[in-house]
């Protein structure tokens, strides 16, 4: 059971243990829509559909979807000619695009739409002829995506200490992107680094952190201020989930690790703990996070109290190839 607390959380005083949990934590409206896409493709074309790259960052999302039917490969040339492929959430370069027309494929684009805004402002700052600094992690899906929007004009900017190597063409014509599941401090540090050598520096049309990744971190401050342990369920390849654990250590946490689930928590970590905060990344199915509370349960540590920090009510309607081709299969079948 999970009860509901205001934010700033009050601990029971009656209480010596204490488990509060994060709201929200786990998927976000770009991850529901894509692996919903999936299991839609599924339903309307059959098995197998083809999914380019992991559809989300989750490894127990991976492997229910295949259970179902769903093949997921690292490049199109996996795929045979004339099937359907999905692409992930995180997106694709213009050159995915092109080498599926050439193939054939009947292709599903789960992009984020928030991810798909990026690549629009990457297109707009590339026709005015701006040089891009993206401000991402290195061979990250998203960063590869959108840097292929605009390849000529894009450089990647890791950090702070990558700002001293950046050349540009002009100073006066520069702008910055950035992939949308980072740390908002981390990159606001980075940006303020450009800033200093570019001072006309340009920023995007509004923040590109998504607003689910910028919820989940202030969440997180939330409930690490007391906390002496932190447990954020999430994949090892998820950034958002990665970096949910930097945060939390930041915001005051004693210690904070990531677990995929309730199976990978050492029972050392609770040693002398009275407060646990449970969060969860973008990609994490909740079944998960109600399986950490029934490990912390079966401990000792008594039902978890819901911290609320903010209010998600954001849905993005599923890609309009695959509404079309449901609206005809139900019209089939009517």
Known sequence: ????????????????????????????????????????????????VYVRKQIVHNKHVVATLEERGAVFVEELDE?????????????????????????????????????????????????????????GHAGHEEVEGTA?????HIQLVEGP????????RDPERVAWLSQTTLSVDETME???AIRERFPALLDP?????????????????????????????????????????EVALEAGARSAHRVDDASEIDEAWLDGVM????????????????GVLAFLAERGYPDAKAVHSAEESLIFALPPELRRDLRAASKSQG
């Open 205 to 245: 049309p509004s923040d590109d952190i998504c607003y689910a990744t910028q919820n989940r971190q202030l969440a997180v401050k939330e409930i690490a201020k007391d906390a002496d342990l932190v447990i954020v369920v999430g994949s090892g390849n998820s950034s958002n989930s990665v970096r949910l654990v």
């Open 148 to 152: 292929g929007e605009a390849r000529d």
């Open 161 to 168: 200490d990558d700002v001293a190597k950046i050349k540009v």
């Open 79 to 135: 795929v045979p000619e004339g099937a359907t492929v999905v692409f992930s959430a995180h997106g694709v370069s213009p050159l995915v695009h092109e080498q599926a027309a050439t193939r054939g494929l009947k292709t599903i684009d789960a992009t984020c739409p928030l991810v798909t805004k990026v690549h629009h402002e990457a297109r707009r700052f590339a026709s005015d002829d701006y040089d891009i600094l993206l401000i």
């Open 1 to 48: 059971m999970t009860t509901d607390l205001g934010l700033p959380p009050v601990l029971d005083p009656e209480s010596a243990r204490n488990v509060l949990l994060a709201a929200p934590r786990g998927y976000c409206a770009g991850v529901d829509r894509a692996v919903i896409t999936v299991e839609k493709a599924l339903d309307v074309y059959g098995a197998p």
């Open 275 to 290: 407060t646990v905060s449970v969060t969860s990344g973008a990609s994490v199915p909740e079944e998960l996070v109600q």
């Open 190 to 192: 980075t940006v303020a």
